[in-house]
């Protein structure tokens, strides 16, 4: 496949151009706020796109009963980008119990770092803070009050159902994977579309393979805190151009360095805390992409239920695409 475009690496944005970008996205809520301009809808942000309707109509992507997960597995041994692995370990059965007469059983017991750099996570909306604030202006100060908490993990609680739509960044590139450092701008979204005859629409749960999870497996692991490809933030216009409710990504979403010199994580601030949009971070779709390829289409029933724990800023994920 011919690379459409030299890749936008390492294009940098202002700290006042970010601000005007954010403030725009803000404003563009989707329509129902208060004359206050707060979100009435029980704070649920872009997910205000996922109408009853629009799940019900995902149902007709299922055609060939084929179920993907969109999860790597989780890390349970240091590494270059998971200082800090899942801490996992069997509990049980007692020693003598494995062979003993009777009933017994076999424990385990598992804690993990949610928001790392390996594990496969979903973020709640008040998992990023900006100007002391989370989404819809709620303050940071107290994460236990009635506001902060309303944007938690419990919002998700009923799971996320819809239509999910992968574009394959570095396939219509030309290439394995976008390197280290590599932003996905808004016209590698549409030539993705493109080369892939599909369309994002409202509701829709977007998900960006910048091939992250390849290159880690061909190459090895690489501390991923300082170098990795994501989103620019310009591509968040076309997130809210097209109403989007979700976005995932194999990478962390965020380009590091980062395009803005004075903001660590512009994409998060942008989805997140301006937008009110669910992050999925570190999925895996190498077997969704040889999915897709044999199936013809890159749209799919997608299926998150993240773990019940009201209160918390997000869980381990294991998205299921259904083609």
Not at 30 to 56: E, N, Q, S
Not at 216 to 240: I, K, M
Request: aromatic share 4%; proline share 8%.
């Amino acid at each position: 496949m011919a690379r459409h475009h030299e890749p936008p690496a390492g294009r940098r944005m202002s700290a006042q151009d970010f601000r005007a970008l954010y403030e725009r996205l803000r404003a563009a809520d989707p329509a129902g706020r208060d004359p206050a301009g707060r979100d009435p809808d029980g704070r649920r942000g872009a997910l205000r796109h996922l109408t009853p309707a629009r799940v019900a109509a995902a149902a007709a992507e299922v055609r060939l009963g084929h179920t993907v997960s969109l999860a790597a597995p989780i890390e349970t041994r240091p590494g270059p980008d998971d200082p800090e692995p899942a801490e996992y370990r069997v509990t049980g059965p007692a020693p003598g119990e494995a062979t003993a007469d009777g009933l017994h059983f076999a424990l385990d017991r598992f804690a993990m770092n949610v928001h790392g750099d390996a594990d496969s996570h979903l973020d709640a909306l008040n998992h990023v803070i900006f100007d002391g604030e989370l989404y819809d202006g709620v303050p940071a100060g107290d994460t236990a009050a009635a506001g902060a908490r309303s944007l938690s993990l419990d919002a998700v609680r009923d799971g996320i159902v819809g239509r999910g739509v992968l574009l394959d960044v570095p396939r219509s590139r030309g290439v394995p994977w976008l390197e280290p450092g590599e932003n996905v701008t808004a016209g590698d979204l549409t030539a993705a579309e493109a080369a892939q005859g599909v369309r994002v629409g409202p509701g829709d749960l977007l998900l960006v393979r910048v091939g992250h999870r390849r290159r880690r497996a061909e190459l090895g692991a690489w501390e991923a805190a300082r170098a990795r490809a994501g989103l620019h933030p310009d591509a968040l216009s076309f997130l809210a151009e097209r109403e989007v409710a979700v976005l995932g990504g194999d990478g962390n979403n965020d380009t590091a360095p980062g395009a803005v010199a004075d903001v660590a994580f512009p994409v998060h601030v942008l989805a997140v805390q301006a937008m009110g949009m669910h992050l999925m971070d570190y999925l895996s779709f190498e077997e969704l992409v040889t999915a897709c390829e044999r199936a013809g289409r890159w749209s799919f029933l997608c299926v998150v239920a993240p773990l019940r724990l009201p209160g918390a800023t997000g869980s381990p994920v294991n998205p299921i695409a259904v083609l």
